[in-house]
């Protein structure tokens, strides 16, 4: 067992190194030394953890055993998940951390005792309100993950849920929350604190049934958030300085986040946290119309291409389906040795969870001065005399820019349509994940490729 100033010193080391960690991962070029510092200040973390809890022997045992039965399962999952199942999983492992919170806040309020909290019915006050909101935070990010991850996964619709007085349903249930807790640190009633956290996770859910499939990656940028300040909440419980340092730096880079997107998005960053956007009505919307295009095969994207002197790249989330980022780069070097300028374009939302694509393409080892977000590149579309979208939809829909009807209008997008001749690999016209239709399909300089991305991008190869 090591002193309590031995162990706060090493903790302020590993919240030092979790620093590290985030300033490495806000750059493609510093992300590994990012993850090193990050599972660095980790180890270190959990090592004075143990170190610093006196007559666990016993006990010892069953955790490690837990630990290597959890550590198994997750290495197992990332190693098998796929690039495409990403935000799912991201989504899960945020209900895991608040559902950890919420175990965390049960067992504090049932044995205080053991958390030197004071005893049962006398637990002292500071304790209790970091307690309460600490579960009632972990509740809502457990059940809210739990409707990201089924709209992510297609279990369930990904469409806008609603109903008749939704918003002031949710703001009595929010209010009643800041009762409950007011009443539980009065009385310290063992009903009321299982009557909080009912009502924590009831709002979980009905905070996330309303948004749709187009703002689901902001979504899981504030679950991320979440789950910070519920660790954050339950560190200041456990009297932890690591967890209170981890979590608020999780909390905070995930608020941070979230408003850099809504930003991007052109969205309201308080309706994110309240669940309020994403229900807007699409019906107008999501009808398709029935309008000509103009379709060609993998040759005539090539002769384009051959005859462009720059060409820029739009990857969304067909490109991760179809696991094309590899043939993309081999296509894209095939036009640097006919001495064509290509660049690529990146949407804040592109795919389902920020930088989505940013991974993919750095996976396939694209040149990072290659790579531009939306606000550095967008003049350039109208210069240029070629851009491909693989995959890509709702982040290239014109609609966003003139139809107030539409649930992405006001979402700033990649002005595709202002290039010369716009090459869309697509397998069919179906709508995107917001559920609408695509104007830029139409357009008179778009030719639509109908193919697997990964064998359109192959064939056009070789046709270069």
């Given at each position: ?163 008749r007085g939704q918003h002031p349903l949710n ?204 606000e550095e590149i967008n003049n350039d579309f ?83």
């Open positions: 067992m090591i002193s309590a100033n031995l162990s706060a010193i090493f903790y302020l080391v590993s919240g030092v190194l979790f620093i590290l960690a985030l300033r490495g991962l806000s750059s493609p070029e510093t992300s590994r030394q990012g993850n090193f510092f990050g599972i660095l200040g980790m180890i270190i973390a959990v090592t004075v953890t143990f170190l610093s809890v006196g007559n666990f022997s016993t006990g010892l045992i069953y955790v490690l055993l837990f630990i290597l039965i959890g550590g198994s399962i997750g290495a197992f999952i990332a190693y098998k998940i796929p690039m495409t199942a990403m935000p799912e999983l991201v989504a899960g492992f945020h209900s895991l951390v608040g559902l950890a919170a919420v175990f965390v806040a049960i067992s504090a309020f049932l044995n205080p005792e053991a958390f030197n909290l004071g005893s049962q019915g006398n637990i002292k006050l500071g304790s209790l309100i970091e307690m309460s909101i600490g579960a009632a935070v972990g509740a809502i990010t457990f059940s809210g993950s739990i409707i990201a991850f089924l709209k992510l996964q297609g279990i369930m619709s990904g469409s806008p849920i609603t109903f703001a009595v249930i929010l209010i009643s929350i800041l009762v409950l807790i007011y009443y539980l640190c009065s009385t310290q009633s063992s009903n009321l604190f299982w009557i909080l956290l009912a009502v924590s996770f009831l709002i979980g859910f009905l905070l996330i049934i309303p948004i749709g499939g187009a703002d689901m990656p902001v979504v899981i940028s504030m679950l991320n958030s979440y789950s910070g300040w519920a660790a954050a909440g339950i560190g200041f419980t456990l009297e932890n300085t690591a967890l209170i340092i981890t979590g608020a730096l999780v909390g905070s880079s995930g608020a941070i986040l979230s408003y850099i997107m809504c930003k991007g998005m052109n969205r309201s960053f308080f309706n994110v946290i309240l669940g309020g956007f994403g229900a807007t009505n699409e019906t107008s919307a999501t009808k398709k119309e029935q309008r000509p295009v103009k379709s060609g095969n993998a040759d005539d994207a090539a002769f384009l291409m051959k005859n462009a002197s720059s060409v820029i790249i739009v990857p969304g989330y067909g490109m991760a389906v179809a696991q094309a980022q590899h043939a993309l780069r081999e296509m894209v070097d095939t036009l640097k040795k006919n001495d064509i300028k290509v660049s690529y374009a990146i949407h804040p939302v592109a795919g389902r969870m920020p930088g989505h694509m940013n991974v993919l393409l750095a996976e396939a080892n694209v040149p990072y001065d290659e790579v531009f977000e939306l109208a210069n240029a005399d070629v851009a491909f979208v693989i995959g890509a939809n709702d982040v290239t829909n014109p609609v966003a820019k003139t139809d107030p009807q539409s649930p992405i209008y006001g979402m700033p997008v990649l002005d595709v349509e202002k290039c010369k001749s716009v090459l869309f690999v697509k397998r069919s016209l179906s709508p995107g994940y917001a559920g609408i239709d695509n104007d830029l399909f139409y357009k008179e300089n778009t030719l639509m490729l109908f193919a697997d991305a990964k064998k359109m991008t192959e064939d056009i190869t070789k046709n270069l």
